[in-house]
């Protein structure tokens, strides 16, 4: 056993602890600190990880846990998602409320259970790692006590997070009485032989479909867009992109290395539930008046996307899929924090309150206009090559299986689908006849921060995306595929 190979979640664990702490010596006029200062502290902890070599994958803790390429990659990309949800909530402080440090502290554990879940390599781990992170949520969701839609949204997030995790220790069980493990390498070496028991496949499907609940696949995907819309927009980013990364990394795992001759007969199952989401996503999103339902039903046609990824069992899809959440991740953050800065001057989450955004802040009105160009797939941003990569593996399939050339034509049907709605947020930004009094919008110098980074992440990885490439397909190197 070594305790050593935790450090990452210790550090972040005990900064949670620590900013508990901090609560009570700060001023509640300069609690805002504790929130940028931890967002800075998880910086430092970022730049530690490119110390650590992803060639060697390290096993600890009697084999549940592992440090490899892609453990190093997915928390590398938590903490990038914590640092700006942790920037994010500073500006957003206000409508908070009381609790700054309660919250961040909770971000910050949740971020741990993001980092615990890049790691699994057991069952219990998997279990524990999910829970800690969809705990956290039930509290950050319904966060603003004195909003019904939150204290709504968290309800429905706790009954259907409950449900999801049932149909996960269910499916554990079953997988653990057919093979004598939950070790991820004693049930890889073991897969072959297992894979033809029936209670060994219904406990991965029920896994499979706790892990859905997750990654909002269809058709378990009816929790997003009323706890997307009820959240504070902070904890609605960070469910949005961490979640779901969360969600996927641990799908890549299980189904591309601890089970790969069970997923090789699920591949038709997994593209038509990849085109089923993307269909449903981008449908279902055009007549969204609400901005956050509207990103909650396009969160759902990404999970689709990526699915894609998955179902073409390479590794050229599996890099893809990491490639395509490190875009998602700036262009989806971004969107979040210009909403969030609207917020901050009226409670309208309408796409009107975006009326004359180019007269009140060119700025947010740049942010924003890049952020949709880039969840609609048009160059040279992330979003683009994103779905460039993710279709090319895709194509390179459907020589074999001429079933993936259906899902690459919905795929791209869900794409020009996509075009109306997310030029629609463009054309009330700046074409809209009902903006109504055009004053200046303030931006705090840390969301200012914030919306560049994002910014300069769609442009470079759109732009540049050889060094992210590579890195991605050097992460996946530990998975067993092609």
């Not at 032989?193 to 909002?216: E, Q, R, T, Y």
């Not at 952020?371 to 779905?387: H, I, R, Y």
Request: aromatic residues 12%; contains cysteine; hydrophobic residues 60%.
């Amino acid at each position: 056993m070594n305790i050593f190979g935790l450090t990452f979640e210790i550090w972040v664990v005990a900064l949670g602890l620590l900013v508990l702490l901090a609560d009570f010596w700060t001023p509640p006029a300069h609690k805002w600190r504790l929130g940028l200062a931890s967002a800075w502290l998880l910086f430092i902890m970022l730049l530690v990880t490119w110390r650590a070599s992803t060639n060697v994958s390290i096993l600890t803790f009697s084999q549940s846990y592992v440090i490899d390429g892609l453990a190093l990659f997915f928390k590398r990309f938590f903490f990038v998602a914590a640092i700006l949800v942790l920037v994010m909530t500073v500006g957003f402080a206000e409508k908070l409320g009381t609790g700054l440090a309660e919250y961040c502290a909770l971000t910050l554990f949740a971020l741990a259970g993001m980092m615990l879940a890049a790691s699994a390599n057991h069952f219990a781990v998997l279990f524990v790692a999910l829970e800690l992170i969809t705990v956290t949520f039930y509290v950050l969701v319904s966060f603003q006590r004195r909003c019904v839609q939150s204290l709504e949204a968290g309800v429905k997030y706790l009954i259907i997070g409950a449900l999801s995790s049932g149909f996960l220790i269910y499916g554990i069980a079953l997988v653990y009485g057919a093979s004598g493990s939950l070790s991820f390498e004693v049930i890889a070496q073991k897969s072959a032989s297992l894979a033809d028991k029936p209670l060994f496949l219904l406990g991965l499907l029920l896994i499979f479909v706790g892990l859905g609940f997750k990654i909002a696949m269809v058709p378990f995907q009816i929790w997003v867009p009323d706890v997307y819309q009820g959240s504070p927009t902070p904890t609605t980013a960070f469910l949005a992109v961490g979640s779901k990364a969360a969600g996927f990394v641990l799908l890549l795992r299980l189904l591309q290395f601890v089970v790969p001759e069970v997923a090789a007969h699920w591949q038709k199952l997994l593209m038509v539930l990849a085109g089923l989401t993307i269909l449903y996503g981008n449908l279902c999103a055009i007549p969204q008046r609400n901005l956050k339902r509207l990103l909650g039903y396009s969160s759902i046609a990404n999970a689709g996307y990526l699915l894609m990824g998955v179902a073409a069992m390479t590794q050229a899809g599996s890099a893809a899929i990491l490639y395509y959440l490190s875009g998602y991740l700036f262009t989806l953050l971004a969107a979040f924090t210009v909403i969030a800065i609207i917020l901050q001057q009226t409670e309208v989450e309408d796409i009107t309150a975006l009326a004359g955004l180019n007269q009140r802040s060119p700025f947010l009105a740049a942010a924003m206009t890049l952020a949709m160009v880039s969840l609609a797939g048009v160059p040279p941003l992330a979003g683009f090559f994103g779905k460039f990569l993710l279709l090319k593996a895709v194509l390179e399939q459907g020589a074999a299986n001429h079933a993936f050339y259906w899902l690459a034509g919905i795929a791209i049907v869900g794409v020009v689908i996509s075009l109306y709605y997310y030029f629609g947020v463009i054309r009330a930004i700046y074409w809209s006849k009902d903006a109504g009094v055009l004053a200046p919008l303030p931006i705090a110098w840390t969301n200012r921060c914030a919306l560049l980074v994002c910014m300069a992440g769609m442009l470079y990885l759109g732009i540049l995306p050889n060094r992210l490439v590579e890195l991605a397909a050097e992460a996946v190197k530990s998975l067993r595929l092609a």
